[in-house]
């Protein structure tokens, strides 16, 4: 093909489109949020460093959250000792997305100022989780990845090769951006991009690639395994593309991949839409409080009243204490 192949209606925002470019046994998906990650960002108020660290995670989970094919939830967590503590992206398939992160404001000031606002800066060292969660009667399984001076897609990487052994490419990009509507005033938004590129050939002889550790051989000595000749024009091609492209809303999915690939041909599907959706509710927070015991409940009691606030959409529910008293 010399042209994307497109059955289905434009991707748009809020929407992951998947994809495929047989010629270089190529799978991959491409991810664009707009309001989704704009309404996120906006309910929390983060300091504009851990918003966009926040929004990377969430276009990567939600790149990863799609790929799999199963009811439950997938859910995205760091826990390091930088300036962000901790990332929790919870995906609930098959399209609802919620957010929030953990931090030191000082100390992400600190960083800001000193110019040490990079993902790698602000995560620290600690680990990335990938938890599969199908529900009660079922295994939860959870992979996990060193956070060690890492980027996001640099532990995306790592993830895969650890636990898929698949040699896998990510790019992300967040940005706020100013949009101009005829007869509006301009308005702030943030916007979140991301591509996802798996390099699966029909033979596993394939799919070696450096990046494999080369045991027991004296340090400093790098892996002697040759990369494939299509997995080298696939990571060549994915490192063209400009952080405005992957977020710029005037530039669509189906455009950024004719752009990428229209040399070699490349097959879109149905794109799977987004929605920012908490899962928390009025009766799930009373059952949690109910869970715990009367002297707790009461140490939780504060101007006579009970209240939590959801970490994810900031939600506040009240209580009154005797709601939970038995007869």
Not at 70 to 94: H, K
Not at 102 to 111: H, L, M, P, Q
Not at 118 to 144: C, F, K, N, W
Not at 218 to 223: D, K, L, Q, R, V
Request: net charge negative; hydrophobic share 40%.
């Amino acid at each position: 093909m010399s042209a994307v192949d497109r059955p289905f209606a434009p991707a748009g925002d809020d929407a992951v489109l998947p994809f495929a470019v047989e010629a270089l046994d190529l799978r991959g998906r491409v991810v664009r949020l707009g309001p989704a990650i704009d309404t996120i960002l906006g309910r929390h108020h983060y300091p504009p460093a851990v918003s966009r660290l926040l929004a990377e995670a969430v276009a990567l989970t939600a790149l990863i959250g799609t790929s799999m094919k199963f009811e439950g939830r997938f859910i995205l967590q760091t826990q390091s000792d930088g300036p962000v503590s901790m990332l929790v992206v919870d995906f609930d398939a098959p399209d609802a997305v919620r957010a929030c992160a953990r931090f030191d404001a000082g100390a992400v000031a600190e960083a800001v100022a000193a110019g040490r606002d990079r993902p790698e800066d602000l995560l620290g060292r600690g680990h990335l989780a990938m938890t599969v969660d199908q529900g009660a009667h079922m295994s939860r399984y959870q992979g996990i990845v060193e956070l060690d001076g890492r980027s996001l897609e640099e532990a995306a990487h790592g993830y895969f090769l650890q636990s898929e052994q698949i040699p896998t490419r990510v790019r992300l990009a967040v940005a706020e951006v100013l949009t101009r509507d005829p007869g509006h005033e301009p308005q702030r938004g943030w916007r979140a991009g991301g591509l996802f590129l798996q390099f699966l050939p029909d033979s596993s002889e394939r799919t070696g690639h450096r990046d494999l550790h080369p045991g027991d051989a004296p340090a400093g000595t790098a892996a002697s395994v040759e990369e494939d000749d299509a997995w080298v024009e696939a990571q060549s091609l994915a490192g063209t593309i400009e952080d405005d492209e992957l977020i710029d809303p005037a530039v669509g999915a189906e455009t950024l991949l004719y752009r990428l690939f229209h040399e070699r041909g490349v097959r879109v599907f149905e794109p799977q839409p987004l929605v920012e959706r908490c899962r928390c509710s009025r009766d799930s927070v009373k059952a949690m409080i109910a869970s715990f015991s009367p002297a707790e409940r009461l140490d939780m009691v504060e101007n006579g009243r009970i209240g939590v606030t959801c970490e994810f959409c900031s939600t506040h529910y009240d209580f009154d204490p005797q709601e939970f008293e038995t007869e």
